[in-house]
Nanobody
């Protein structure tokens, strides 16, 4: 079965950086786009970033453009989220997700079929 495992979260001061990782197993990783979502306390889950199966195209929520960078290493079956200049508003549980359909890219939760359990990012002011 498809499994997604995030790592790299933690506590960071405002202005700091973190890099999240999501390791994927149980499928041919290079055929599928990957997404990051986040859910802040008391808020709905929201799209953060997506990357196509070959890494050729990336997509970002307006709120993180220029601040976060999504990337992937198909040899390692891993997708990353580099987060710079973090702000308290970035505090959330960050989850990676993917569709069961190959060669498509989507940016809404309803189109994701597999999710990791998430990793908590806390940004202190």
């Amino acid at each position: 079965q498809v499994q997604l495992v995030e790592s790299g979260g933690g506590l960071v001061q405002a202005g700091g950086s973190l890099r999240l990782s999501c390791a994927v197993s149980g499928r041919t990783f290079s055929l599928y786009s990957m997404d990051w979502f986040r859910q802040a306390p008391g808020k709905e889950r929201e799209f953060v970033a997506a990357i196509t199966w070959d890494g050729g195209n990336t997509y970002y929520a307006d709120s993180v453009k220029g601040q976060f960078t999504i990337s992937r290493d198909n040899a390692k079956n891993t997708v990353y989220l580099q987060m710079n200049n973090l702000k308290p508003d970035d505090t959330a549980v960050y989850s990676c997700a993917t569709s069961r359909r190959a060669y498509i890219v989507r940016q809404i939760t309803q189109d994701m079929d597999y999710w990791g359990k998430g990793t908590l990012v806390t940004v202190a002011s």
